[in-house]
């Protein structure tokens, strides 16, 4: 490959284009070698080699996101790594139960997985399993010993990460198994909070039932009703206050949900709040 170089000024140097074009064909093409060749010398060594492949990972996670069975058998048979920390700072559990491989979350189970290892960011497999639509694998790790009220690093939990992506069937089982609803991050948030943010009146009312507070604030004063308001949500402010929401609390910065619902030009809701005020 031509390497000359060219002067400007006396002072500056570039390279000639076609220098650089054969550069950015270079890194593409090992790109795309790595890409397809690594993962096939990753699969194919033994278990000494594969303690570590290229990018520092080990291997029985990468099985786990793949959903492949033989491979995970293989490792597993090993008897050991069950919770290793691979990609994406995950281990195979917390792979196995966010993918929804079902077959390979028994396998590790079985094992002796470590149902409430965690992620570098507290997140752990029942936490991460609550935002998908698969309540079949939070239920069988709360069977094993799953903590419901485990919470990541910004302290949110399974119930908070249901409710926040509205899984309503997984909702009832975190619940039962003893799951906290008043838990609060550390904004101040609740699972009831995040369900009013995600808009799912199904989730509010559970919540409610379970015996969510209605008038808890966050760290910036801010209600669920508060928040209802300030998304124009007709139907969850309805809701809220037939649970007992109160329409005259205030934020940090002395807003009522009627003021901050007002501020966004949501009429109805406001006309509903006022009406709320006033038969206070």
Do not use: C
Not at 115 to 138: H, Y
Not at 199 to 222: C, P, W
Not at 259 to 267: N, S, V
């Amino acid at each position: 490959m031509a390497t000359s170089l060219t002067h400007s000024s006396g002072k500056n140097h570039h390279l000639h284009l076609v220098d650089l074009l054969e550069v950015a064909l270079a890194i593409l093409l090992a790109v795309a070698l790595a890409t397809a060749i690594v993962p096939l010398l990753f699969m194919n060594r033994t278990l000494a080699e594969r303690q570590a492949d290229v990018g520092g990972h080990h291997p029985l996670p990468l099985a786990a996101m793949m959903g492949d069975v033989a491979q995970v058998e293989r490792l597993l048979a090993k008897g050991t790594g069950f919770n290793d920390l691979g990609l994406g700072q995950m281990s195979a559990l917390m792979w196995a139960a966010t993918e929804g491989h079902t077959v390979i979350l028994e396998k590790l189970l079985v094992a002796g997985a470590d149902v409430n290892a965690a992620n570098t960011w507290g997140q752990t497999a029942t936490i991460l399993a609550a935002q998908w639509d698969d309540p079949a694998i939070v239920k069988r790790l709360l069977q094993r010993g799953a903590d419901p009220n485990a919470f990541t690093r910004s302290g949110r939990t399974a119930l908070m990460a249901a409710a926040q992506y509205g899984q309503a069937a997984t909702m009832p089982i975190l619940i039962a198994a003893g799951a906290r609803v008043n838990n609060q991050d550390r904004q101040g948030e609740t699972a009831l909070m995040g369900a009013v943010r995600r808009g799912s009146s199904t989730t509010i009312t559970a919540l409610l039932k379970a015996g969510a507070d209605v008038n808890r604030q966050n760290h910036a004063g801010y209600s669920a009703l508060m928040l209802a308001a300030e998304r124009g949500d007709l139907a969850a402010v309805d809701v809220l206050l037939q649970a007992g929401a109160n329409p005259n609390l205030k934020h940090r910065d002395a807003a009522t949900a009627r003021l901050i619902a007002q501020e966004r030009g949501h009429e109805r809701v406001v006309e509903r709040l006022l009406q709320a005020e006033l038969s206070s």
